[in-house]
């Protein structure tokens, strides 16, 4: 677009994809490290290395409408961390957005294995989305020919948290327990949830629900240690079911065998409740436990990273750096 006043505005028209497309690449040229090495789309059936072709089409109603889900899975060390747990709650979503994917699941994770493998990354995340597809701007997609499924493979670079972070509850309402429990694309509440702890300061927020009991954080699940010890964690009635939190529960009774904790229990915690707790922590895939030290300025214990919180994160670090093959799939790269 040529900047100009008013009337003097002059907006260019491309009169070939060929035109269009060396001026998306003139963007692409200009960044020093490409951000998204490799993208599938069912729409043209394959997988692109381009970055400025890795689009989707504006009349697909997960643009215009918000009709689609999305899940994630971290790759790490060439192997996809709990890939199958993801895409098991991503299908979940999808029924409950009454989308149909198209193609069945051991097609859905052969895409996703083989579009790591071209990315030729050994770390970073994969984000992959089921639409109920493009073909016009009505309500519903019932005049669309078909579902539509993309992924795209982010160079992302993350490590353990060991730092403390700032967090407040959150004034933004939170989802109904229908979208909650979906992991669909309309997170504007997350977003705004997100910005308003920014605003103020903290790293993020914490949801509460209209009973007065602790639900969840923007894009995370939150845990907690009691003073008695216990690892507790909000029931999933009313939140997203954490595909890493759950892993987390899986693993912690390492810690009670040692008498480090000494029980694992979901329960509802009022504000009160949790604000008295002895440590806090947020649990999501890429942190994979982020440490919380204060919430709406008071101290979350003695105000420093709790000991168990750690030995928690580093339960699951090392389940995502060397855990067993059923929580790791290798990446099929070629030679």
């Given at each position: 677009m040529e900047v100009g006043n008013g009337s003097d505005l002059e907006v260019l028209v491309f009169q070939s994809s060929s035109e269009l497309l060396a001026k998306l690449h003139e963007k692409w040229c200009?960044?020093?490290?490409?951000p998204y090495p490799a993208m599938y789309s069912s729409i043209f059936g394959g997988i692109t290395l381009d970055p400025a072709l890795m689009v989707i089409p504006i009349d697909d109603h997960m643009v215009h409408r918000g009709h689609g889900v999305f899940d994630t899975a971290i790759l790490l060390n060439g192997h996809l961390y709990e890939l199958d747990a993801h895409l098991?709650?991503?299908?979940?979503?999808?029924?409950k957005a009454k989308i149909s994917s198209p193609f069945p699941r051991s097609t859905l994770r052969s895409i996703l294995l083989q579009l790591a493998a071209a990315s030729k990354h050994k770390k970073g995340t994969l984000r992959y989305w089921l639409s109920s597809g493009p073909g016009n701007f009505l309500l519903t997609s019932a005049g669309c020919p078909t579902s539509a499924f993309y992924a795209v493979v982010i160079d992302e670079d993350f490590s353990q948290c060991k730092e403390g972070v700032k967090v407040i509850t959150s004034t933004i309402p939170m989802k109904s327990p229908l979208?909650?429990?979906?992991?669909?694309?309309?997170?504007?509440p997350n977003v705004l949830s997100k910005m308003e702890a920014e605003e103020k300061g903290a790293f993020a927020s914490i949801w509460v629900d209209e009973e007065g009991y602790i639900a969840e954080g923007p894009n995370v699940n939150v845990a907690f240690i009691t003073r008695e010890k216990e690892l507790v964690v909000p029931f999933f009635d009313k939140i997203l079911c954490g595909c890493t939190?759950?892993?987390?529960i899986g693993?912690?009774?390492?810690l009670v065998a040692k008498e480090r904790l000494k029980?694992?229990?979901?329960?509802?915690l009022t504000v009160e409740e949790a604000k008295d707790a002895a440590e806090m922590m947020y649990v999501g895939s890429t942190l994979p436990l982020l440490p919380i030290i204060v919430w709406d300025e008071q101290p979350i214990g003695d105000g420093r990273v709790g000991e168990l919180t750690m030995e928690l994160s580093d339960l699951l670090w090392d389940d995502m750096v060397a855990g067993p093959e059923i929580q790791r799939t290798p990446v099929p790269y070629k030679d």
């Open positions: 200009s960044v020093k490290r490409q098991d709650r991503f299908l979940q979503s999808a029924s979208f909650a429990t979906m992991k669909n694309v309309n997170y504007l939190v759950k892993r987390l693993l912690a009774p390492k029980g694992i229990r979901f329960a509802n």
